[in-house]
């Protein structure tokens, strides 16, 4: 059973910055891609940025320049280091992992880490 564990979210004022984790275990196929997407209240999901995957990584245009993937394929681990907070950017924070195996892409999810971006 694939489990995505998330930690590092909290309560920070505007201008700040955190660090967001996610540890994949359980899989006994490579991981292809992992990321991270967030939810607001009221709001529908929504990609914050994926990868790197060969090399290339993915933002959402609201946190370009404020926003670092990078991950550990070692450990399965990825990261989401987030600067320059904004309000707006308080949400519940999801990571995803994408995995084929035999021929079958699955998507996994963790169980969200809240970040709260308030003075």
């Known amino acids: 059973q694939v489990q995505l564990v998330e930690s590092g979210g909290g309560l920070v004022q505007p201008g700040g910055s955190l660090r967001l984790s996610c540890a994949a275990s359980?899989?006994?196929?490579?991981?292809?891609?992992m990321g991270w997407y967030r939810q607001a209240p009221g709001k529908e999901r929504e990609l914050v940025a994926t990868g790197p995957t060969g090399g290339s990584t993915n933002y959402a245009d609201s946190v370009k320049g404020r926003f670092t993937i990078s991950r550990d394929t070692a450990k399965n681990t990825v990261y989401l280091q987030m600067n320059s907070l904004k309000t707006e950017d308080t949400a519940l924070y999801y990571c995803?992992?994408?995995?084929?195996?035999?021929?079958?892409?699955?998507?996994?999810w963790g169980q969200g880490t809240q970040v709260t971006v308030s003075s």
């Open positions: 359980g899989s006994i196929f490579p991981i292809n891609a």
């Open positions: 995803n992992a994408r995995i084929v195996g035999l021929g079958v892409e699955r998507s996994y």
